[in-house]
């Protein structure tokens, strides 16, 4: 595989941030900035653990208590979704099998209560979503079946694209209340896209799953949910040869689900995030090369879209994350390795970039977390892995290199969380290579 620029992305991991917005640095005070750092990121990284051979997909949380969670598929048929888990300090358990499917997604609570949901794949049904939990000291659950699937003779091997569940996201609050939201269709079979979603209280089982819209093309749902148990799910509407609008619709207990709200005229690559309080921001690209966001406060309406790149600057990839007192930060890449972030709270507006990267390898990939204290970690590349990491109250440290340059294999994903402690564990996967993680063990 030669070298190439990867079209605008986005990846999402739980992200908290705490403590006053740092300067915009120039290049020069950039470096001065990295030295005051108190974490060694030259020496404080542990060795490279392989989970698993050349993954289908994979993700990463973690809860309250530390633990982390990454949880993947399988490459062959019939797919099988895993998890393993790193308790805070310790080692990587033995990989769990959880059932059969693909596309897993893994977020967790405040307790230490973890929710996957994934695409199951049954030969003659339509494609649907799976969802198993684990409490706190406990074992997975058997999964929980979201979707009512249709029989379909020789499906998947009837030589047709996806038909059924697709774009399957989660998010899950302090308490352990969840939604989880997919598409629903098939574009060989003439069969419109629409959302559904289903929504589990903090006790008792999932609510059966709904219509979040008709069959009118609705896909790519992300969704966020409030500590009120408010959900938000932000998704892409796009008839035939139209640009895609991106609207909005809110769940409320007792209630249900919102007429839809237009964030956007036009958007691509978006995502969502809601603080414990109901507030969100969606961010987005307009045109695959610059990044905009719109905020909603949590008693009023969606605001108009505003800037966040450079002007004139070609951004390769973005991430967005929120963490529960309403904190939010952008993260920006470019193919010439600049790595730039953007913040603002529930009471102050975006800040103007801050450089944590000035230069290096090419960008195709970022990925943002940090825990409720404020320690954040940064991770970005393309066919090598860097990292920069910053102390609460600190200045962003200098690069390192988690994974240095493959040669060929690019990263097809990457995924970070940082635990209360502030240790930093970062899983990534690249072009079949097997999937890996480290743990930077902060002081």
């Not at 949590?298 to 963490?323: H, T, Y």
């Amino acid at each position: 595989m030669t070298r190439g620029r990867k079209a605008i992305a986005i990846a999402v991991g739980p992200l908290v941030l705490a403590g006053p917005v740092a300067a915009v640095p120039s290049e020069a005070q950039f470096a001065v900035a990295a030295e005051s750092a108190q974490v060694d990121l030259a020496t404080d990284w542990s060795p490279v653990t392989r989970l698993a051979p050349n993954p289908q997909s994979a993700a990463l949380a973690v809860d309250g208590r530390g633990t982390v969670t990454a949880v993947w598929a399988t490459s062959s048929w019939p797919h099988r979704v895993v998890a393993a888990r790193r308790p805070a300090g310790g080692d990587w358990s033995r990989p769990r099998s959880l059932g059969r499917g693909y596309s897993p997604v893994v977020d967790a609570d405040a307790r230490g209560r973890v929710t996957v949901a994934w695409l199951s794949q049954r030969a003659g049904c339509t494609d649907g979503v799976l969802v198993a939990r684990r409490p706190v000291g406990g074992s997975w659950s058997d999964p929980t079946r979201l979707t009512v699937d249709r029989v379909v003779a020789g499906y998947p091997h009837d030589g047709e694209g996806p038909y059924g569940a697709v774009d399957v996201d989660l998010a899950v609050n302090a308490r352990g209340a969840a939604v989880v939201a997919w598409a629903w269709g098939s574009d060989d079979r003439d069969v419109p896209w629409r959302v559904q979603a289903a929504v589990r209280p903090v006790a008792g089982p999932w609510h059966a799953a709904r219509a979040v819209t008709p069959a009118s093309e609705a896909r790519f749902p992300r969704v966020g949910i409030a500590g009120d148990r408010t959900a938000t799910v932000l998704y892409g509407r796009q008839p035939f040869g139209r640009p895609q609008q991106l609207l909005a619709r809110r769940w409320r207990v007792g209630s249900g689900w919102t007429e839809p709200t237009a964030v956007a005229a036009e958007g691509y690559a978006h995502a969502v995030a809601v603080d414990r309080a109901g507030n969100a921001v969606a961010v987005f690209s307009p045109n695959f090369s610059s990044v905009r966001a719109a905020y909603r406060p949590a008693d009023g309406r969606w605001r108009r879209p505003e800037k966040l790149s450079p002007s004139g600057a070609q951004v390769d990839d973005f991430a967005l994350a929120m963490n529960r007192p309403g904190r939010t930060l952008v993260a920006m890449g470019r193919g010439s390795g600049r790595v730039d972030v953007v913040e603002r709270t529930a009471r102050t507006p975006w800040t103007a970039p801050e450089l944590v990267a000035p230069r290096g390898e090419t960008v195709c990939e970022v990925v943002p977390a940090l825990n409720d204290a404020g320690a954040a970690f940064l991770g970005w590349g393309c066919y090598a892995l860097l990292g920069s990491y910053r102390p609460v109250g600190g200045a962003w440290t200098g690069r390192s290199t988690i994974s240095p340059d493959s040669g060929v294999e690019v990263l097809e994903s990457a995924s970070a969380a940082v635990a209360p402690d502030g240790d930093a564990t970062v899983l990534w996967d690249q072009e079949e290579l097997p999937l890996r993680a480290r743990v930077l063990d902060v002081p």
